[in-house]
């Protein structure tokens, strides 16, 4: 952090000198310093992850109907409705852009899509959340709702395995005495296809 090549520059040190990161801890470890970074309010977590969907969609009025349709599930909790919402945003991806990388190889790419989404809306979301029995991909809370989401890439975990891992691993347990409502929701997603071609969810 202290230097860096302007020929090369790590995304976190950019994300650091333009004040869209900040130190959120600090831990020494023997004579190395190890920063911990956070986004330094709601605000700014709102604003960077509505420039990354303005990136993705190309077209801002696009992103904000996709946005209010968001809302709208969170909201009355139609689950069902987000399977279209996401597979057309899926669908609307340039070709090019997977000719030029390998990252529909990876589930993360498809669940940042569903992060930055849910981010820009405001609402509290935590990746890689702990629990007891391991870690969950994504929370999504609302109001008194929880949306505990499981990503998988089916090429390389059989079908299904999103959902079931969801309820062997009982995380739903972790929001028990906080959410009124919880829902497991597993999407998977395919290379070949470059989309969702999994969704499953329950109300536990």
């Avoid at 330094?40 to 696009?62: G, H, I, Q, R």
């Avoid at 890689?128 to 709702?145: I, Q």
Wanted: proline fraction near 3%; hydrophobic fraction near 35%; include cysteine.
């Amino acid at each position: 952090m202290a230097s860096f090549d302007v020929d090369y520059i790590e995304p976190e040190s950019l994300l650091f000198q333009t004040g869209y990161l900040t130190i959120k801890e600090k831990r020494r470890r023997g004579p190395r310093i190890m920063y911990k970074l956070g986004y330094p309010n709601l605000e700014v977590k709102m604003s960077f992850n509505d420039a990354l969907l303005n990136w993705y969609t190309k077209v801002p009025a696009e992103k904000e109907r996709i946005l209010d349709r968001v809302y709208i599930v969170l909201e009355e909790g139609k689950i069902e409705d987000l399977i279209q919402i996401f597979k057309s945003f899926f669908a609307s991806v340039p070709y090019d852009w997977y000719k030029k990388s390998e990252i529909q190889n990876y589930d993360g790419y498809y669940a940042s899509v569903f992060y930055a989404y849910f981010t820009a809306l405001g609402v509290d979301v935590r990746v890689e959340d702990a629990t007891s029995f391991g870690r969950l991909d994504m929370s999504v809370k609302f109001e008194d709702r929880c949306y505990l989401f499981e990503f998988k890439v089916v090429e390389l975990e059989p079908e299904g395995k999103a959902i079931e891992q969801l309820k062997a691993k009982r995380y739903h347990e972790k929001y028990q005495n906080s959410c009124r409502e919880i829902y497991l929701i597993g999407v998977e997603f395919s290379r070949k296809e470059r989309n969702i071609v999994g969704f499953s969810w329950e109300q536990v």
